[in-house]
């Protein structure tokens, strides 16, 4: 797997470290099962996680975008309307 952002490679040392603590020294036997098994699992998640965020972001700014649009339709109408509402006025 590729290091897809600086917050999944921080990740990656935190698990190394882990897998220090526990004891498991770097290249043996039981390193390469956590990693194998726990390690990658891991990994896994995280970046379909951050898969899912990116989209969820993408999404959250095309939805930024419409609302700044409608609310400077929204404006746009208001004003129209207010002046609509002054010619009124003037004829009574």
């Not at 390469?32 to 990116?54: A, P």
Request: charged fraction near 35%; charge should be neutral.
């Amino acid at each position: 797997m590729s290091n897809q952002s600086g917050t999944i490679g921080t990740i990656e040392e935190a698990l190394d470290k882990l897998a220090y603590t526990l004891g498991f020294t770097r290249g043996s036997p039981r390193e390469n099962e956590f990693w194998t098994t726990t390690g990658n699992s891991v990994l896994q998640e995280l970046y379909r996680l951050h898969d899912e965020v990116k989209s969820l972001h993408k999404q959250c700014r095309g939805l930024d975008t419409e609302v700044f649009e409608l609310r400077v339709k929204d404006s746009t109408l208001e004003r129209e309307l207010a002046g609509k509402r002054d010619k009124r006025a003037r004829i009574w």
